[in-house]
């Protein structure tokens, strides 16, 4: 398990697991920065500076499974994109260009950024209910259960809504695919 490894100390495997945990922090940003701080930062950014958070404090990373991981990447992403909106109107200041924990070709990242430019633009197109089911379903893998007990829904209303939001962006996506056409 590359989680276990990472936590026994083994710093490649921390590496292929913040690699892997990337897009799911850059999505997720895109859908949690306001239209005004995304003026100021770029969702690739936030990730950046998430990521290296997580690094740099991993040695502090209490727990075993991959849900309890993910569950504290997420929440100094949410501190992170917190501190941001508190000094968007006091600072202008701009985030450090983003760093790679891998070896990318420039032909990989530019169709890397070409699809998540197209995810973003697709995600804004959704229903501000569709894009928290996405962002806290799909990616921050909360569960259905937690979800339900958060919204007051049973499990089945959390699955129909995920679903049902899923196909609004695959239809925001071919939409939009159709339309460069």
Same mark, same amino acid.
């Given at each position: 398990? !590359?989680?276990?490894?990472?936590?026994?100390?083994? +710093?490649?495997?921390? !590496?292929?697991?913040?690699?892997? =945990?990337?897009?799911? =922090?850059?999505?997720?940003?895109?859908?949690?920065? @306001? /239209?005004?701080?995304?003026?100021? #930062?770029?969702?690739?950014?936030?990730?950046?500076? #998430?990521? $290296?958070?997580?690094?740099?404090?991993?040695?502090?990373?209490?727990?075993?499974?991959?849900?309890?991981?993910?569950?504290?990447?997420? /929440?100094?992403?949410?501190?992170?994109?917190?501190?941001?909106?508190?000094? +968007?109107?006091?600072?202008?200041?701009? $985030?450090?260009?983003?760093?790679?924990?891998?070896? /990318?070709?420039? @032909? /990989?990242?530019?169709?890397?950024?070409?699809? #998540?430019?197209? $995810?973003?633009? %697709?995600?804004?197109?959704?229903?501000?209910?569709?894009?928290? =089911?996405?962002?806290?379903?799909? #990616?921050?893998?909360?569960?259905?259960?937690?979800? +339900?007990?958060?919204? !007051?829904?049973?499990?089945?209303? =959390?699955?129909?809504?995920?679903?049902?939001?899923?196909? +609004?962006?695959? %239809?925001? $996506?071919?939409?939009?695919?159709?339309?460069?056409?």
């Amino acid at each position: 398990d !590359g989680l276990a490894a990472a936590v026994a100390g083994d +710093a490649e495997a921390l !590496g292929r697991i913040l690699e892997q =945990v990337r897009p799911r =922090v850059v999505v997720w940003a895109a859908g949690r920065l @306001s /239209t005004k701080l995304r003026g100021e #930062v770029q969702p690739e950014d936030v990730a950046q500076e #998430v990521l $290296l958070a997580v690094h740099r404090d991993f040695a502090g990373f209490r727990g075993g499974s991959s849900e309890d991981f993910l569950r504290w990447v997420f /929440t100094i992403a949410r501190h992170r994109v917190a501190d941001l909106a508190d000094r +968007a109107g006091a600072e202008k200041r701009r $985030l450090p260009a983003p760093q790679s924990f891998s070896q /990318t070709s420039p @032909s /990989t990242a530019m169709s890397r950024r070409e699809d #998540v430019a197209r $995810l973003f633009a %697709a995600l804004e197109r959704l229903a501000p209910d569709d894009r928290e =089911v996405l962002l806290l379903r799909k #990616v921050e893998e909360r569960p259905v259960a937690e979800l +339900a007990a958060l919204w !007051g829904v049973s499990e089945n209303a =959390v699955r129909v809504r995920c679903c049902r939001a899923l196909a +609004a962006l695959r %239809a925001e $996506l071919d939409g939009h695919a159709t339309s460069r056409v």
